[in-house]
Nanobody
């Protein structure tokens, strides 16, 4: 099994930056596709970013609302995934969730095996 623990959330000013981390436990972290989702009050859960395994060249994917501003990465040696968030907007305010699955299609649509507990990101204007 895989356990996911998020950190790095908090309060930022519009135009500022935050970096989220997701630490994973498990014997085969490198075999999992990873991603971030978010959910704002009164809105549906939204795909933010994803990163595939090394066998799929660590290809990255981003939701339209964050392209050019957020960067996803992973360090398999540390069993950790990151989300660098730059040029933050008030619309980025949400609870952010770390996710993992061995199947990319499942991860992309959010019907996946493993979720973190969520971390709050608040951006003030």
């Amino acid at each position: 099994q895989v356990q996911l623990v998020e950190s790095g959330g908090g309060l930022a000013q519009a135009g500022g930056s935050l970096r989220l981390s997701c630490a994973a436990s498990g014997r085969t972290f490198s075999a999992y596709h990873m991603g971030w989702f978010r959910q704002a009050p009164g809105k549906e859960r939204e795909f933010v970013a994803g990163i595939r395994t090394i066998w799929d060249a660590r290809r990255t994917y981003y939701g339209d609302s964050v392209k050019g501003r957020f960067t996803i990465s992973r360090d398999n040696a540390k069993n950790t995934m990151y989300l660098q968030m730059d040029s933050l907007k008030s619309e980025d305010t949400a609870v952010y969730y770390c996710a993992a699955d061995r199947n990319w299609d499942r991860l992309r649509v959010g019907v996946l095996d493993y979720w973190g507990q969520g971390t709050q990101v608040t951006v003030s204007s």
